[in-house]
Structure formats: C-alpha cells, structure tokens
C-alpha cells in the first residue's frame, strides 16, 4: 500500500488540515517507520530560506526519513522519543533553540499520536524571539584562531551554534558569520548548556 501525503491528510481529517496549512510553524506527519508523510507550508518555507547553508537540507522532505534530519547523538534520542509515543500514545514536548545571527528563538516541539498510532504529528512552535544579549552577537572575529582545537577544527553546537573557544574548559561563543554560514572547519558538537537543558538525559550519561 501506498503511503502517501493524501493518506495521513484523511487520517487526520479536514479541519485539523487546513490548521496545519495556516500555521505560521512548521509541522510534519511520520509514519511509524519514520518516514515522513507530510509536511505543511511553513515547513516548505523554512526549508527553502534554510536550505542554502544544507543545516535544513531540501531533502528532508515527505518520502525521506524522519531520522535523517537528526545528526549524532540526537538521532537516537530522538528516536527514542517518538517510538514511545508510537507506543504509549502521551504527547511528549520538547524545546530547542534555533536562533539566527542576530535574534535569539526558542522553539517548543511537540510530538502526539494520531489515531491508535497510524502515525504521529509533529509541531513547531516558536515561543521566544527575541535580540541576543547585546554586544555578544556583535562580535566579528575575522579571525578564527582562538576557536580552533589543535586539529583546527571548530566546534560548533548544534543546536545554538555557539562556538567553543579554544583552550578554554567550557567558554561557547556566539560568532554571528558562523550562525548564518557554518565554515568548512566546523564540527557538529553540543554544548554543555544545550545539554543540561534540552537533553538532561544525555548529561544523566555523560
Ligand atoms: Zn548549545
């Protein structure tokens, strides 16, 4: 059987439709392999304005996995997640970061079930926007060096990409370039903020 788009759309009928069409946020459907089976506008949208730099990559769109959007550690966490509500049908919330160079966003997650668990839907929504703490995000180093480890690389975390700076135990940055065009030199990380906050089970195994 064919799962397509048209088929998630009637399992969860009209009127929740056509809220996910005019929803300012992204939203996605999943299918209980992960495979995603529908994404609404925004998700289009933020896609293409996010594409260039490959972070939100074009691919990652209806008939792709779930999955393959999620780098690293965070692949199984959330995996996890989202196959126990498959399983036990409670919603599970979540919250991330997702800032640009010059505004600092927090977004909240929300992964629920729909129906006896045909499927799941997947809900962005931004709660925070606001500048960054004045004078950090104004920093303009053209210089890479106190960044790089001694591989130089640069560690960037995923989630806030904020930079760690070389040398120092747990000193990230915000470097503003590095937020809209991650270099060549960058290497996904998470920082320890990120961490403790968002993925408390993580720092439970660290
Ligand atoms: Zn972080």
Not at 74 to 86: K, N, P, W
């Amino acid at each position: 059987m064919l799962r397509d788009r048209q088929e998630f759309l009637r399992l969860i009928g009209p009127e929740l439709s056509e809220r996910l069409d005019l929803r300012r946020d992204a939203a996605c459907g999943v299918w209980p392999d992960f495979t995603i089976a529908y994404v609404n506008p925004a998700w289009l949208r933020f896609a293409r304005a996010n594409g260039a730099d490959g972070e939100f990559s074009s691919s990652w769109c209806e008939g792709a996995s779930f999955l393959d959007g999620i780098g690293g550690r965070l692949r199984e966490f959330y995996r996890s997640h989202l196959q126990a509500v498959l399983d036990g049908g409670a919603p599970w919330m979540s919250e991330y970061e997702c800032s640009s160079p010059k505004l600092f966003r927090l977004y909240s997650m929300e992964v629920r079930r729909v129906g006896e668990g045909e499927a799941l839907l997947v809900t962005h929504t931004r709660v925070v926007q606001c500048p960054h703490e004045q004078g950090v995000f104004l920093r303009e180093p053209l210089d890479s060096a106190p960044w790089k480890d001694e591989h130089g690389l640069v560690h960037q975390c995923v989630h806030c990409r904020r930079v760690r700076r070389a040398g120092e135990a747990e000193q990230w940055d915000w470097v503003p370039q590095w937020v809209e065009h991650v270099p060549e030199f960058a290497t996904g990380s998470l920082c320890p903020h990120c961490i403790a906050t968002r993925y408390p089970e993580l720092a439970d195994q660290a």
